[in-house]
Nanobody, 122 residues
Framework: QVQLVESGGGLVQAGGSLRLSCAASGRTFRAYVMEWFRQALGKEREFVAAIDWSGSSTYYADSMKGRFTISRDNAKSTVYLQMSSLGPEDTAVYYC???????????????WGQGTQVTVSS
């Protein structure tokens, strides 16, 4: 079992930045590919970014490339999502997930956090 707790969400003006954190506890953090997803009101949950166990490989949804950066600190069992140039379309609940490389981006990770709300005002 892995327990995930997101933090760092909040209200930000368009054009601003936020950094989300996801702290993991339980089984070995470095064993997992870590992902971020988001779900806007009335929409399906969508893939945002992923990072492999070492942090050397990262993956992004096309609309996030160049604006979002995923990183991890295995010593702190924490994954981060640095978000910049935010727009109202980025308003959503952001979730972190822990899983395997075979399920990256597929919304099928076995472990999920409870989510953190990000609201971008225009």
């Amino acid at each position: 079992q892995v327990q995930l707790v997101e933090s760092g969400g909040g209200l930000v003006q368009a054009g601003g930045s936020l950094r989300l954190s996801c702290a993991a506890s339980g089984r070995t953090f470095r064993a997992y590919v870590m992902e971020w997803f988001r779900q806007a009101l009335g929409k399906e949950r969508e893939f945002v970014a992923a990072i492999d166990w070492s942090g050397s490989s990262t993956y992004y949804a096309d609309s996030m490339k160049g604006r979002f950066t995923i990183s991890r600190d295995n010593a702190k069992s924490t994954v981060y999502l640095q978000m910049s140039s935010l727009g109202p379309e980025d308003t959503a609940v952001y979730y972190c997930a822990a899983g395997a490389s075979s399920t990256v981006g597929l919304n099928r990770a076995p472990y999920w956090g409870q989510g953190t709300q990000v609201t971008v005002s225009s």
